[in-house]
């Protein structure tokens, strides 16, 4: 956690996904959707430089092409707006679902060995893409690696197309 500023403790108390850029889905895909925005919530660091620390609530929406970042304060009030490009993301979220299509596709006829060294290469991708999401977020929002994760997880599932 070197990353986050000493003694700072922020934390998202709430994520929600604008209906009209984002959309509803299928019923897969809105599952995958609620389990990333949940694992999110429970645990997480978030901290915004030069904002109070405390509870944050997160509205994502997608806007030319970028990712809407609205944090507000615990009473919903805003507090700062990050646009942050999805283009630098786009090849490694790619990645990610193909490795992911193989490992699946794995499950049903590879040894455990296979399956063992594709879901390696699984995490590695995703860690590059928390590694990225962490570097692009830099300076505006600071979040430990753990809630990159995290955060990359609901990255993908809001490419995820079922």
């Known amino acids: ?4 500023l000493e003694g700072e403790t922020g934390r998202l108390i709430a ?12 019923a897969d895909v809105e599952h995958e959707r609620n389990i990333a925005i949940y694992d ?5 660091r978030f901290v915004l430089p030069g904002h109070p620390t405390g509870g944050y609530r997160l509205h994502l929406s997608i806007r030319d092409n970028r990712l ?3 944090i507000r304060d615990e009473a919903d009030s805003p507090l700062v707006l990050h646009l942050l ?3 630098p993301l786009r090849k490694i979220v790619k990645d990610y679902f ?6 699946y596709a794995a499950i049903r006829t590879a040894t455990p060995s296979q399956i063992e060294t594709i879901d390696m290469g699984r995490r590695g991708v995703h860690d590059e893409g928390s590694r990225l999401l962490m570097q692009r977020l830099a300076g505006k929002i600071i979040v430990d690696f753990e809630t990159a994760r995290r955060l990359f997880t609901l990255v993908c599932a809001l490419h995820w197309k079922g």
């Open 1 to 4: 956690m070197a990353d986050l």
């Open 68 to 70: 809407v970042f609205d």
């Open 40 to 44: 999110l919530i429970e645990d997480n």
């Open 15 to 26: 994520v929600e996904l604008d209906a009209a850029s984002i959309g509803r889905s299928t």
């Open 98 to 103: 193909l490795i992911c299509d193989s490992y």
């Open 85 to 87: 490009s999805l283009t």
